[in-house]
């Protein structure tokens, strides 16, 4: 049977000492932050660790921004960045990402690190009742792929594991090449938010970068000529506390008419948050004509791969890339 | 389905429960609980603050919110690790010496609460945003209120009270021979608003063991059972498992001859989600032994998935005794419908396609039974106690006097707790073991195990002539009722019945036909197949007003169903046909908004936008009550000796508010006011059998009842005081007083006789309505009375994103009598936001969404502004007039959305739930559409 042991260690680097891994099914440690996501995972017997290391008081929580950009400790909550004026003012699109997440009280207790962290909302993934699913259980199967996959990726897939990543604010912090900082045992490093999210190739159970015993310490988001003028769309099948079907998160620094630089990342249609490099160059130096902007917004579907109920995100991730840089560049 | 909780229960042991120090309500509070056990279980089991519900166990509902120093938080999803140190504040904080706060009675006010379940979360979220703005625009109320559902109000008035909150003041009860017609607050309504109300799950004694079900993981399988015994010894504290083998008679079943549905499983289950086991023992055993601890030997079986492979040839049965699958066909033939079809003018072809509805009630099931003596006591969320007594016995192979019902508060139906769920398991068990036995069902349980509305395929022709009027309609209706009968059988009849919509058509042919799958069974929700019906008769409706080139309204409005038409079943109508009426009520605002959206989609073309508005209008009418079928209440007035007045009511207040309206009804009747009022209800010892809470037949059934009880009560009076009907009455104490012009007579109660309630007088009346049998062509008179509607939907799609927003829908509903105009809209509003579900969101997949998130009921921010109407042509029959409005209020509105989708994109969509992708599948097949 799946018992743990809760453990409450005093300082951060006590917890480190656990070696516990967050986005790691077979991890036999692993954190607690919020625990919005954690204490549903742990009901519902998806993740039966035999440690569980709370975080609780332990990280930074301050929301810092400054000429440099925006510092996020790990431990702020959504609810506070959400409507922290330097946000709002100078990456409305974080703000908006995270105040069409979830619902309030969530958001109230959810944390940055957890928010990143969060696993995939999969039917399958999150039923212990289907036996077939090589995130929770390496090599049982996926039961989506021929399965109901309407909520699934269509991008950044292999043959073992479709599973959408279901972060809002992650699609909004890649379009703004955000980074996080990581604390282990052996110190500190700091890897681009890209690169954090790992592919699920043939090892979907393993989500991140992250070793044994390293949190997420903070979120930095560089100041950049894009992020004032940014804006996240999301499309869902309800109008507030619902995942998203497709999103796209969008930054733009224009020179009158042209885009300078655009910055572009999609939310519900990969299996890690997916900016689109390709969008990006296409878009640079181009008007906010929309002819313009669907023949860049196409190049997004480059090697997208429906599996039957999803096939819609291809064409739809395209059209919520234009409408966001319309939405974007129609701002002052 | 292993429990969800045995995760975390198990820590608890381990940690050591070492005391958690926090407060609540501003008292300290010490709890030994382990840092890992959620909040909402210490409150509620541990702190008896019972007022802060459980809906869905994982932040999905909001049922379970308070605030955690000050902001509002799932107390669900909070381990108490995170509290220590500090502040909670709970429902009843709220409430300060004994005097309810302003928002408190501005929910009461403005009719917020209906079953009440969300009540809680939702005042506590409301708090938290009142707290900082005293004065919130409604955008920040829906920001607020937006993690927190509610299935029964459509939000509307939750909104306006949050609104009123800062202005609010108290309501005055209706006074003598004013109460019919009156807003009056629900006499139920403070327990509501205060948290007190006590529901399913909120009074379980505490030394009652826990009862848990196993249940199949698959659709189709047989199964053999291994050594429970060794599993029973191995886990001290499981007293016992419960199998097949223990239920005295193992079928139920709504129909008295259809009792096809097992307690517990024998050997095979057709369902995934079926009941195969019972687990009995201490609470924390049950939750915590995992399932696959017990020896149950699966052999999975194909299943079918749907009626195309039941009716498919030779397709394996479901149910042995049942060839071709076939529970139940249904069927109405009148006047020649070839001849009408060839000579027509123009024809409509309609293919209409269902999925499964989940009732999605915020209370799951939940009960607990004990045995007193040689008799049975059940304590239970229900609508129906009287039809629950006697499943109850009949499993049981007692006498229903055996059977005690009595009702909890009800957190919500929708037609979903008419069957039976832990009532037979409770009662087995505590009949066994001596003791009291609860059970609470887990969300993705209630959602996996209970009944669905029927997945629908319905093919439809209508065909209309010159003159632009209806000829013929031709309807054939399949539906899935899944792995067991439940409430097929009505479905099955009653669409062919409604199947032409609220219209004269002389030449009809409809069938109706339901199907056995191994899906969850289908069952009873709000319309009973008609909103399905309807949202076929209504694309019909818009095809042929559209190949004659008439208005749409116009064109209902010439055939709408008037006093004097013959219905298909031949039926005359003779009173109380209100459809005209709407729709006359509807015209001018109609024409507006053509206008409006004509303008505003012309703006948008010019500028090239994504957006177009669309309004679009559906019609419907339902029969209330029982289809031919005798559907009798009885209710009682009782006038005790200490000078209380009673109302025995049999009829259960599922928070459409029935318990408001019989005691209106019944005071107006007797001369005295309502607020002198007492209520007994439900419990089956001590009313009389008012019938189910189902059909939208309590007001004007039960209604009529206690209307007859207050009015008998009256006569008995008067009799005893020698006075002239005009006398009035005053009820002093024990002192009842008769004015009667100059004569008053003053009645000393106390010196009367009473009877064992200690009533010295009773007043009784008993009514039902009347209806006959229909014959094999469908003709005779199935139901006494029928409500009739229209609503007008204005939407906005987004074109290129498949997004459709609903910005504004008006109801104009015909209810004969307006006995409570604000419940009256609180049904209507609730009734549309449950038919804006099917209409956009709501699709139930067995085993992949039996979770509220993944399961999708309108939000606040998803409710359009809704308008209501009240067209009052009274119908004789009913208490001063009054018809029903429980169902009808859902059944319009799909079919308006669907219209204003079309008008706004020019592609009509037949398959629900239109989400995005279908919507922009459509626009894309959609001839000359760019891409
Ligand atoms: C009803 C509901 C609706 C939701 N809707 C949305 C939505 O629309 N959009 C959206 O983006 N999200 C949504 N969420 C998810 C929500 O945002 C996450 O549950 C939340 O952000 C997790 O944060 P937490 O602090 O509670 O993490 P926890 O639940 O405590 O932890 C989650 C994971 O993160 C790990 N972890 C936490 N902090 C750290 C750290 N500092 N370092 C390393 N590992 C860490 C934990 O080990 C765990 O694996 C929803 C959640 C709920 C319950
Ligand atoms: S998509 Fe991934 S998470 Fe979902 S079932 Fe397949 S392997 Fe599991
Ligand atoms: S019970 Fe906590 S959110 Fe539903
Ligand atoms: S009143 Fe809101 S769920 Fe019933």
Redo the contacts with the bound molecule.
């Keep these: 049977m799946h018992t743990f042991i809760l453990e409450r260690p005093r300082d951060l680097a006590a917890a480190l000492a656990f070696h ?4 790691r099914n077979d991890a036999p440690a ?12 742990l009901q519902e017997h998806v ?1 039966r660790p035999e440690r ?2 709370s ?1 609780a008081g332990l ?1 930074d929580g301050h929301i810092e921004a400054g000429p440099q950009g925006l510092r996020l400790g ?2 702020a ?2 609810a506070d960045v959400a409507v922290h004026p330097a946000v709002v003012e100078q990456f409305p699109v974080i703000s908006e ?2 105040l ?4 309030p ?3 109230n ?11 995939t ?1 999969c039917p399958y993934f999150r039923d212990v009742g289907y036996a077939a699913c090589n995130k929770r259980s390496p090599g049982s199967g996926c039961s989506a792929i021929d399965g109901e996959n309407r909520w699934h990726a269509v991008v950044g897939t292999s043959d073992d594991c479709i599973a959408a990543n ?5 699609v909004a912090l890649v379009a703004l090449e955000a980074g996080v900082e ?2 282990g045992a052996g110190g500190q490093r700091f890897v681009p938010l890209i690169d954090f999210h790992r592919l699920p190739g043939n090892t979907p159970h393993i989500e991140s970068v ?1 070793e044994p015993g ?4 903070a979120i930095t988001v560089p100041a950049s000529s894009t992020a004032r003028r940014s804006h996240y769309l ?1 499309v ?1 099948d309800r109008a507030s ?4 079907v497709v999103s796209a998160a969008v930054a733009l620094d224009m020179d009158g008419g042209r885009i300078r630089a655009a910055r572009v990342a999609l ?1 519900g249609v990969g299996t890690k948050p997916w900016r689109v490099p390709k969008v990006e160059a296409a878009l640079a130096g181009g008007s906010l004509d929309p002819a313009v902007l669907r023949r860049a917004a196409a190049l997004a579907a480059e090697g997208a791969q429906g599996r039957g109920h999803n096939d819609f995100k291809i064409e739809l991730m395209q059209r919520a890339i234009v409408r966001a840089i319309e939405t974007a560049g129609a701002r002052a | 389905m292993t429990p969800p909780d045995a995760g975390a229960r198990q820590n608890a042991a381990i940690d050591g429960d070492a005391a958690v120090r926090f407060i609540v309500n501003g008292r300290p509070a010490a709890v030994a609980a382990s840092p890992l056990t959620r909040l909402a279980q210490v409150l509620r089991d541990d702190l008896g603050l019972t007022g802060t519900k459980i809906g869905c166990d ?3 509902c909001g049922a379970c919110t308070v605030l955690l120093d000050g902001r509002q938080v ?1 107390a669900c ?1 909070t381990p108490m690790g995170q509290v220590e140190g500090r502040s909670v504040e709970t429902v009843e904080g709220l409430r300060q010496d004994g005097t309810l706060s302003k928002l408190q009675q501005a929910f009461l006010a403005h009719g917020a609460a209906q079953c009440g379940i969300c009540t809680p979360g939702m005042l506590m979220s409301a708090s938290d945003l009142l707290r900082r703005t005293a004065r919130p625009s409604r955008a920040e109320v829906l920001d607020a209120i937006g ?1 927190t559902l509610c299935r029964c109000t459509g939000y509307q008035k939750i909104i306006d009270a949050v609104l009123a909150a800062a202005t609010s003041a108290g309501v005055d009860s209706p006074p003598v021979g004013q109460a019919v017609g009156a807003r009056a607050i629900r006499v139920d309504g403070i327990a509501k608003v205060a948290g007190t109300e006590s529901y399913g799950a909120d009074a379980i004694p505490h030394d009652a063991l826990w009862l848990r079900v196993v249940r199949s993981p698959h659709a189709h399988a047989r199964f053999a059972l291994g050594d429970l015994e060794a599993v029973r010894r191995a886990h001290p504290g499981l007293e016992q498992i419960l199998t097949a083998r223990d239920v005295p008679f193992n079928g139920f079943g709504i129909y008295p001859d259809i009792k096809d549905q097992p307690v517990l499983a024998d050997g095979i289950v057709r369902y995934r989600g079926e009941a195969v086991l019972a687990l009995v023992g201490t609470r924390e055993v049950v939750m915590r032994l995992a399932d696959e601890v017990l020896p149950i030997v699966w052999t999975m079986l194909p299943p079918i998935t749907g009626v195309d492979e039941a009716r498919a040839p030779g397709a394996a049965l479901v149910q042995d005794d049942r060839p071709g699958n076939l529970l139940m066909e249904g069927g109405v033939r009148c006047g020649d419908v070839e001849a009408a079809l060839a000579n027509a003018e123009a024809v409509a072809e309609i293919a209409v396609e269902t999925p499964f509805v989940e009732h999605a009630y915020i209370e799951p099931e939940a009960g607990w039974a004990r045995r007193v003596g040689d008799r049975l006591e059940i304590h239970v969320t229900t609508q129906t106690p009287y039809m629950d007594r006697d499943e109850v016995a009949s499993v049981m192979r007692l006498k229903p006097q055996q059977v005690r019902i009595v009702p909890t508060a009800c957190g919500g139906g929708f037609g979903g707790k008419l069957d039976l769920s832990v009532q037979p398991l409770v009662a087995l068990a505590a009949w066994r073991l001596g003791r009291p036995v609860a059970c609470i069902y887990t969300r993705p349980e209630s959602m996996a195990a209970t009944t669905k509305r029927h997945p629908a395929r319905i093919q439809a022709r209508f065909a209309a002539t010159v003159g632009e009027r209806l000829t013929a309609c031709d309807v054939d209706a399949v539906f899935d009722t899944g792995a067991y009968a439940s409430w097929g059988p009505t479905v099955a009849n009653r669409v062919p019945v409604h199947a032409m919509g609220p219209y004269r058509v002389p030449n009809m042919r409809s069938r109706g036909a339901a199907y056995f799958t191994h899906n969850p069974p289908s069952g009873a929700f709000r319309g009973f197949g008609v909103p399905q019906a309807a949202i076929a008769h209504e694309a019909a409706m818009d095809a042929l007003a559209e190949q004659l080139g008439v208005d749409r309204l116009e064109f209902r409005h010439r055939n709408a169903l008037r006093v004097g038409d013959r219905t298909a079943t031949g039926q005359v109508l003779h009173h109380s046909a209100g459809l005209a009426a709407c729709l006359e009520a509807l015209r001018p605002r109609w024409r507006d908004s053509l206008r409006h959206v004509a303008a505003f989609n012309a703006q948008a073309r010019k500028a090239a936008t994504h957006r177009r508005r669309g309004i679009g209008i559906g019609c419907m009418w339902y029969g209330i009550g029982n289809t031919s079928m005798s559907n009798p209440s009885t209710m009682r007035v009782g006038l005790g000796r200490d000078g209380t007045l009673t109302l025995y009511n049999g009829a259960v207040d599922i928070g459409q508010g029935s318990n408001t309206i019989m005691i209106q009804i019944a005071a107006d009747a007797l001369g005295l006011p309502m607020a002198q009022f007492r209520l007994v209800a439900g419990d089956t010892d001590r009313t009389a059998d008012a019938g189910k809470t189902s059909a939208s037949r309590q007001t004007f059934v039960s209604g009529k009842a206690a209307e007859l009880a207050g009015a008998d009560l009256r006569r008995q009076i008067l009799r005893l005081a020698n006075a002239g009907t005009n006398a009035a009455l005053a009820l002093d104490a024990a002192v009842l007083t008769v004015s009667d012009g100059e004569t008053v007579r003053r009645i000393d109660l106390a010196a009367l006789a009473a009877d064992p309630d200690g009533n010295v007088l009773v007043g009784k009346g008993t009514f039902d309505p009347p209806t006959t049998p229909l014959d094999a062509d469908g003709q005779g008179v199935p139901y006494a009375t029928y409500a009739f509607a229209a609503q007008t939907a204005e939407v906005e799609v987004d074109l290129e994103l498949g997004t459709t927003k609903v910005l504004r829908i008006v109801a104009a509903h015909d209810v004969g009598r307006a006995i409570n105009p604000m419940q009256v809209e609180g049904q209507i509003e609730g009734g549309i936001a449950q038919g804006l579900g099917l209409a956009l969101m709501e699709e139930y997949l067995p085993g992949r969404t039996e979770n ?2 993944d399961y999708l009921i309108p939000t606040a921010g998803d409710m359009p502004l809704i308008e209501t109407i009240l067209i009052e042509d009274g119908e004789p029959l009913g208490p001063s007039g009054a018809k029903g409005v429980g169902e009808p209020g859902l059944v319009p509105t799909a079919p308006a959305i669907l219209g204003a989708i079309a008008h706004a994109t020019g592609v009509r969509l037949t398959r629900v739930p239109v989400l995005p992708h279908r919507l922009r599948a459509a626009l894309q097949a959609k001839p000359g559409d760019r891409p």
């Design positions: 516990a891994q967050a986005g692993e954190y607690i932050a919020g625990g919005t996501d954690m204490v549903q995972l993740r569980l290391v975080l990280l790990a431990a909550t959504m990402a995270l069409n997440s979830a619902s009280q969530v958001r207790q959810a944390t940055m690190g957890g928010n990143l962290l969060q696993r909302r279901p972060s809002d604010l992650a990581l604390r992250l390293e949190v997420i310490a999301k869902r506390f619902e995942f998203a939310g | 994982a932040g999905d799932c999803l993690g509220l998130h």
